[in-house]
């Protein structure tokens, strides 16, 4: 695959967008002088300056070239070809560049394109989103802001109909993700799943790109075929967003660069810039500093029908002599009559009638406000089915099992969903930390059940139906997730011990046969992965994030939906023909079971060819029978090799292509639980053991370790606080 590697990440490519058009207020036009202001279209303000080593610029990250063989003449930075198209007092604007991947009908990959891009001094916007374009491709983006970074987005279809001709990016054919704040580079590495062949007639390559939000329109169907002038179109239309601070290593404190009658403000992520303080204009970084404005001259913007007197950093605007009133709207200025009332009396009573007048307005406003939300909030409360779930918590006579929350108590548990408040991210929603009025502790988690009772499942304590999101509060559990035990470091955690893993995974098939079989209508969970089984303070597993989960009616084996699940666990089934069944759920336990015994990642980005895919690998193994070549060596010292064989035949089993031919969940539990029982005669366990010791042996002194996995993102719901006893989520829109 073609890899480039791109420093600066400016990009001289064609440009239709208007350069007038700049976020934020444009920059005084003044530089140093003798020194150029302008180059063609484009306006150069100090701090940045044309020409090296001309003393124009405030250092050498912001000089600049101006190119005078191009009609009109083209700017640059610094002496690279990167074109800057526009320039204001806190961003660039430049192009972007595409990835792409193009396949002939044999499925053969004919034309591609990867890249690396840098910046030295600046840094990329979260104007910018992430976007992949195709109907069977998917993309990473990876960078570093300080940490090391990395995101994805997925565009599937399996039809030409399927694919939205709205202009929207609704993961359809077109995803689009964010990206961090202080991203100083990033690569994008495109993939597909099946080389287009499943959709060849309509869509034979794939694309990924980085852009503002907001300038690149989707056409549809349209864009995906082959003959479609969609990169041009990207790269002439779509710019790039790039923040600029002066000393991003330096704060306003150790800032000598802001001169008269501005202000220093510090740039969240490092460094600072300058602005003029209002009422005055002019360049804050160029001695003799921002100007006083005359107002009076401009009174389209100050408006003024009475005597106009400008002063330092404004202006005032009275009636003439022998009028009262206000002089700064039309008419607003009375001339006097004889009174027997002086003039002092008129402005009391003035004064305190408007006082009267804006409390009365106040009070009224705050009525009708508070009438609004309540009426708001009895509007959600019976759109969510509040009135029926209440009926139903009164008819069971007890209010211990579901616990109705008003929006006043989440709200004042959270400091009005404040900031500080936030823990992580989920599938669904926000994760917050609160405290009740009787000190239990919460956080916000999206779930679609609220009447499954299982050890092995998170428990429901109450909900909020007040708010347009309905919010449900469930029990807190507070060791963190599965994912984390098994890939915090080689070997796992101390606990994480061959009988413990057994353990945990009959606890969560367990649950998930419960779900399956036990409820009155089955529930399939649709995203079962390690990140979704938590575990409490005695390492005890439970079942969480519902919030794909559907339910399934009686004397129905499967259900048509959306595709939608994890990369690496999804079912290939469920992927090629949407139809829902309980067996998808069961493939993806068979993932988390291949986590277990492997320590290896479902997918990883550092692997090649078929080890890429953790499940394909794993299955190869088994039947070449090289199952102990990927097992964790931990686990090789501690189990016994039938029962290794025998969770690697049954994981075999759980990840086989065809639905039929994967065991029940109810089997799968049966089948680990009798597994963790099993014991040998004294004499077969020291065989196995010295068996067991010459194969450790053997593998250690081979290559089966790992080069440690790149980050390629954590959903932020992964993490989670060690310190709190219940959660809470708001349930946004699926």
């Known amino acids: 695959m073609l890899l480039h590697i791109i420093l600066l990440s400016l990009f001289a490519f064609p440009f239709s967008i208007a350069l007038g058009t700049l976020q934020g207020s444009t920059i005084n036009t003044m530089a140093k002088p003798n020194c150029q ?16 080593d001309t003393d124009c610029s405030i250092d050498n990250s912001f000089h ?38 193009c396949y002939n009908k044999n499925g053969t990959l004919i034309n591609d394109f990867d890249f690396w891009i840098q910046l030295s001094a600046f840094t990329f916007s979260q104007k910018n989103k992430f976007t992949v374009l195709g109907c069977d491709d998917y993309s990473f983006i990876r960078g570093t802001n300080g940490v090391d970074f990395s995101n994805g987005c997925l ?15 609704s993961g359809m054919g077109c995803c689009q993700t964010s990206i961090p704040k202080g991203l100083s580079k990033y690569n994008v590495t495109l993939y597909t799943f099946n080389n287009h062949t499943a959709v060849l007639p309509f869509n034979d390559c794939g694309y990924a790109f980085l852009g503002e939000e907001g300038s690149f329109e989707f056409r549809g169907v349209h864009d995906l075929y082959a003959d479609s002038d969609l990169v041009e179109r990207i790269e002439s239309t779509v710019p790039v967003v790039v923040d600029w601070v002066i000393a991003p290593k330096e704060g306003c404190s150790e800032s000598s660069a802001c001169k008269e009658n501005s202000s220093c403000y510090e740039v969240d992520g490092g460094g600072y810039r300058c602005r003029c303080n209002n009422g005055y204009d002019g360049n804050p970084y160029l ?22 007197i400008n002063t330092l950093g404004s202006y005032n605007c009275t009636c003439p002599l022998g009028s009262f009133g206000n002089a700064k709207i039309a008419n607003g200025c009375q001339w006097r009559k004889d009174s027997k009332f002086s003039t002092t009396t008129f402005i009391i009573a003035t004064v305190f009638g408007l006082l009267a007048i804006l409390l009365g307005i106040a009070g009224i406003l705050y009525g009708i406000r508070r009438r609004r939300l309540t ?32 929006t006043t108590q989440l709200r004042r548990a959270t400091r009005n969903y404040s900031k500080d408040n936030i823990i992580g991210r989920g599938a669904y929603g926000i ?49 963190n997730t599965l994912y984390h035990h098994i890939h915090s470091g080689l070997g796992g955690m101390s606990w994480l011990s061959w009988e413990n893993r057994l353990r945990v995974a009959v606890e969560a098939a367990s649950a998930l046969a419960y779900l399956h079989s036990e409820t009155i209508m089955s529930i399939i969970h649709r995203d079962v992965k390690s990140t979704n089984i938590l575990l409490d303070d005695n390492y005890t597993a439970k079942i969480s994030d519902f919030g794909a989960s559907r339910l399934v009616p009686l004397h129905h084996e499967q259900v048509t939906t959306l595709i939608q699940g994890t990369l690496g666990y999804l079912d290939p089934e469920y992927f090629n023909t949407s139809q829902l069944t309980e067996k998808s759920d069961v493939y993806s336990f068979g993932v988390v079971l291949a ?52 969770v690697g035949d049954l994981t075999k089993r759980c990840l086989s292509l065809q ?76």
Request: aromatic share 8%; hydrophobic share 30%; proline share 5%.
């Open 595 to 646: 986590e277990l015994i492997t320590g290896k990642k479902p997918i990883g980005v550092d692997r090649y060819n078929v080890e890429k895919n953790l499940a394909t690998h794993f299955v190869k193994s088994v039947t070449e029978n090289h199952l102990y070549e990927i097992v964790e060596p931990r686990i090789l010292r501690e189990g016994t090799l039938e029962q290794i064989q025998a």
């Open 431 to 479: 994760v917050y930390k609160g405290i009740l009025s009787d000190q239990r502790q919460f956080i916000n988690e999206v779930l679609i059940l609220t009447q499954v009772i299982h050890r092995n499942v998170v428990k429901l304590l109450g909900c909020c139906l007040e708010e347009e999101v309905p919010v449900l509060v469930y029990e807190f559990i507070s060791n």
């Open 287 to 308: 001695d003799p500093g921002c100007q006083d404005i005359n107002e009076c001259e401009d009174p389209e913007t100050n408006p003024c029908y009475g005597d106009c």
């Open 659 to 734: 639905g039929i031919d994967r065991p029940t969940m109810k089997e799968v539990a049966v089948e680990l639980d009798r597994l963790r029982k099993f014991t040998t005669h004294p004499w077969v366990q020291q065989q196995t053991f010295q068996d067991t010791r010459s194969l450790v042996l053997e593998v250690e002194h081979s290559d089966l370790y790992e080069v440690p996995l790149v980050s390629y993102g954590t959903r932020d719901g992964e993490s989670y606080s060690s310190s709190t006893d219940m959660v809470f989520e708001e349930n946004k829109p699926r």
């Open 37 to 52: 202001t302008r180059c063609g279209n484009i306006t150069v303000p100090y701090p940045f300056g044309i020409g090296n």
């Open 64 to 101: 600049v070239t101006c190119n005078m063989t191009y009609e009109p003449p083209k700017l640059f930075l610094r002496s690279s070809d990167f074109e800057i198209y526009s320039i204001s007092d806190s961003e660039l604007r430049i192009g972007t560049t595409v990835s792409y991947g």
């Open 155 to 169: 565009g599937l279809c399996s039809k030409a109909q399927d694919v939205p001709d709205d202009g929207q990016c």
């Open 375 to 406: 009426k708001l909030q009895e509007k959600f409360f019976e759109q969510n089915g509040g009135v029926l779930l209440k009926q139903k918590i009164n008819s069971q006579g007890s209010h211990e099992a579901m616990t109705l929350f008003s």
